[in-house]
């Protein structure tokens, strides 16, 4: 069951000229920042509020790698702006397997690494009205050791 928005991937040019826009327009900080080479971006998480299903929802804004990369094809061809919208799941494979039995594409045989050790799969926009979706299963939180 999809119980909330994750995030809304943004892609820009410049990470640190974006980050700093959204620090100095809205206040919001960066969460968390990684590199995922194998998706091809360098990104960083801004957090906007906590869930009521224990997650959170994100703003995710992403800046290419290389130039082979999914977000430097879309940002040569359309700019910067919305690039996707992701949805949060307990589980990522039974929603990913439902959706495809809807006959919706799923782009990943195998749910892939996201940001922040969460499980991640797409669906392709053009069987989504034009919006790039993401499902995502958060890492779990760890328990503290005793
Ligand atoms: C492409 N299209 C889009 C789109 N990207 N439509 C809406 N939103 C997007 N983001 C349209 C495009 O305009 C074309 O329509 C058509 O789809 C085929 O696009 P293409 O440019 O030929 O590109 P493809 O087919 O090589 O690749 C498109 C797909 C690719 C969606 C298959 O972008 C993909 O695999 N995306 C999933 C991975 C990804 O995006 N990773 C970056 C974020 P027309 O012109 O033919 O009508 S990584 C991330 O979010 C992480 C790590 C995380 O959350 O943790
Ligand atoms: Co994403």
Not at 57 to 80: F, I, M
């Given at each position: 069951m999809l119980t909330r928005i994750d995030h809304i991937g943004i892609a820009c040019f410049d990470l640190d000229k974006t980050v700093e826009f959204y620090r100095a327009t809205y206040g919001f900080e960066v969460f968390h920042s990684e590199v995922n080479e194998e998706q091809g971006v360098r990104e960083a998480m801004l957090k906007i509020n906590d869930t009521?299903?224990?997650?959170?929802?994100?703003?995710?804004?992403?800046?290419?790698?290389?130039?082979?990369?999914?977000?430097?094809?879309?940002?040569?061809?359309?700019?910067?702006?919305?690039?996707?919208?992701?949805?949060?799941t307990a589980d990522?494979?039974?929603?990913?397997?439902?959706?495809?039995?809807?006959?919706?594409?799923?782009?990943?045989?195998?749910?892939?690494?996201?940001?922040?050790?969460?499980?991640?799969?797409?669906l392709h926009p053009k069987d989504c009205h034009g919006v790039l979706t993401e499902l995502v299963t958060s890492a779990p939180v760890e328990s503290p050791e005793h």
């Open positions: 009521s299903d224990g997650g959170a929802s994100y703003l995710q804004l992403l800046e290419p790698t290389r130039e082979d990369s999914t977000v430097a094809k879309w940002l040569a061809k359309n700019g910067e702006g919305v690039h996707h919208i992701a949805f949060g990522v494979d039974a929603d990913a397997a439902d959706i495809k039995g809807k006959g919706v594409r799923v782009l990943y045989e195998e749910p892939r690494r996201g940001s922040m050790g969460s499980r991640i799969t797409f």
